[in-house]
């Protein structure tokens, strides 16, 4: 991806409705030529702590899909720093898979979408 990227006025987007220990989070996915290229997330009530951190936190993952980082490394760094992460409410099962927290998922599913 080049340094200048822009965001076009629209791209095509993914919302997945997740179950977890946290309440439902709502993760969308958003896709330029079938590259990820921003997420977004929304768990619990609008204006809440909680979902203003997760809302933080994706448009930060965002930015860094966004940077002309190669995706190789952003997967190498996300799955050293932030994979298993607890957010403390338990762990759940989503589509057979385990996750320790709603911070889990957004994270794994990030490495997921990169496929690296
Ligand atoms: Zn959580």
Sequence with gaps: METSWKRPK????TTEHIDTQCGTLHFTIVKEDDKLVEV????GKSGTCGNVFLDTICKMVSMYLQSPEPRYKICKK?????????CGQGKFVWEGEEYTGCIDY???RVVKELGE
Excluded: C
């Design 40 to 43: 977004r997330g929304m768990i």
């Design 78 to 86: 996300f799955r050293k720093q932030f994979v298993d992460m607890n």
């Design 106 to 108: 957004v994270i794994k």
């Design 10 to 13: 629209t791209l095509p987007s």
